[in-house]
């Protein structure tokens, strides 16, 4: 009965028309799909360097 029931609420999840595509991917599908994204990220001036985080204990002001 109680996987009856969480089956039942995991069908009445409504998903946005990206979401259920991705969903329908392979996983080697959705890794090609990210690096794309990546690539163009990238190719957009996207930076990989993480922002400065002043809370961190390993924060040093740069002066």
């Known amino acids: 009965m109680m996987k009856t029931k969480r ?13 259920t ?9 959705r ?4 690096s794309k994204l990546w690539q163009l990220y990238l190719a ?10 002043p809370q961190s204990p390993f924060y040093f002001q740069e002066i």
Not at 31 to 34: A, N, V
Not at 44 to 53: A, I
Request: hydrophobic share 35%; net charge negative.
């Open 21 to 29: 595509e991705w969903l329908y991917l392979t996983p080697a599908q």
């Open 31 to 34: 890794i090609r799909q990210t």
């Open 7 to 19: 089956f039942n609420r995991a069908k009445k999840i409504k998903f946005f028309d990206e979401e």
């Open 44 to 53: 957009l001036g996207g930076k990989l360097d993480p922002e400065p985080d």
